[in-house]
């Protein structure tokens, strides 16, 4: 069934790749074609099986996310939002995700950051917040925002004295859509902000460290954070590799005037080429090589290790850097073909801009990295 859904990500990327244009066009998912996204399993690759999921290796995921950005980043970059969301079901009542997953085509999206308040009320919590970066929320029939909780007007605190922080689910019709999402790359993913104000969240709809401990599976001893940021990679190299096999394309048909040879017959050209192809499939291997050494340590029976994290973190830094790199080069390579919005290489490098600019690979992560390969003292929180 694993491999099905592989399979099938290849085979979507194929069919959903003519409607680039107008999935950006109209800055967000079209409704048919999220449908079908759900439909076909890919919101669901990390949730439990007992509530309809498949609960994919993380290396399985990364790959469906690659597959699909092969054909449209957008649809990707959804797909991964509503899988790492899925996270967070582990601390959530067995109820609560029932009713999430109610529906096989079910796609919930969120933000982590804790930019609402919820204030302690009989059954629950009453909340107000606006959260920006919302990828796929217009589509979404639930949508999750992290949230400080109050009680009686002041701040709870967790067992580490500082503020207590969940990730409250609202319903589809809690939620405001705020029309924010005019963007250089990525227009195709509704990464509108939303709000909500004064709404009543029921207590099973919670989820925190102080919710519940999730299962004792490897999805959840893997670290938390990896699978968001493995899924920006996942992004960057599935955009790396349609945009290294549209500018082989061009430059096979495409002549400079006065010559009767394709570009493909001059040496520069064919240096790019193998240069691109040499950057981007070693920067994959690293990157699905530390994801393997991860889940491999979170099949025993302790944790994974931060050496594990390191190295993962790390590995997406340099897969989005290389990767970028890559679609430069492309772009670069088939020259003024590049520059209309006809051209796929023009959003593809629109995409990979904006694909660097999530705080999960930036500069600092390798900074981090380099330290904790120091052995220097290291604040890895989050990490």
């Not at 995921?61 to 939002?81: K, L, P, Q, R």
């Not at 960057?236 to 048909?253: Q, W």
């Not at 660097?356 to 120091?374: C, D, I, K, W």
Request: hydrophobic letters at 45%.
């Amino acid at each position: 069934m694993t491999d099905d859904l592989l399979t099938r990500a290849r085979a979507f990327a194929v069919e959903i790749a003519p409607r680039s244009a107008e999935i950006e066009a109209a800055g967000r998912i079209p409704a048919d074609v999220s449908k079908a996204m759900g439909e076909a399993g890919f919101y669901r690759l990390y949730v439990r099986a007992p509530f309809g999921g498949h609960e994919v290796s993380p290396r399985l995921g990364a790959e469906i996310v690659e597959a699909i950005a092969t054909g449209d980043s957008a649809c990707a970059w959804v797909t991964f939002i509503a899988i790492t969301t899925s996270l967070a079901f582990g601390r959530l009542s067995d109820e609560a995700v029932a009713a999430i997953m109610s529906r096989p085509d079910a796609l919930a999206t969120g933000v982590f950051a804790a930019n609402g308040r919820a204030e302690r009320a009989p059954g629950g919590f009453r909340v107000t917040g606006r959260w920006d970066w919302g990828s796929g929320s217009p589509n979404a029939d639930w949508i999750g925002g992290g949230c400080a909780i109050y009680e009686d007007g002041q701040p709870v605190a967790n067992s580490a004295g500082t503020p207590r922080n969940h990730m409250l689910f609202f319903r589809r019709d809690q939620v405001t859509s705020l029309d924010t999402w005019d963007a250089f790359g990525l227009k195709g993913t509704g990464s509108t902000a939303f709000e909500v104000r004064d709404v009543f969240v029921e207590e099973r709809f919670a989820a925190g460290v102080q919710v519940k401990t999730p299962p004792d599976i490897p999805l959840y001893r893997f670290p938390p954070f990896s699978p968001l940021a493995q899924g920006i990679g996942a992004v960057a190299l599935g955009i790396g590799r349609a945009a290294i096999d549209e500018a082989v394309r061009v430059v096979k048909e495409k002549r400079r005037g006065g010559s009767s040879a394709p570009l493909a017959e001059r040496p520069h050209t064919q240096l790019e080429v193998a240069r691109a192809e040499a950057r981007l499939r070693s920067a994959r291997a690293f990157f699905y090589e530390t994801i393997d050494a991860g889940w491999r340590a979170a099949q025993g029976p302790g944790t994974v290790d931060v050496s594990h994290s390191r190295d993962m973190r790390l590995a997406v830094a340099y897969a989005v850097t290389e990767a970028r790199a890559v679609v430069d080069a492309m772009y670069t390579l088939a020259g003024g073909t590049s520059v209309y919005a006809a051209s796929s290489l023009q959003r593809r490098l629109r995409d990979i801009h904006v694909a660097t600019q999530h705080f999960m690979v930036s500069p600092n992560v390798m900074e981090t990295a380099g330290r904790l390969y120091l052995d220097l003292p290291t604040n890895t929180a989050g990490f």
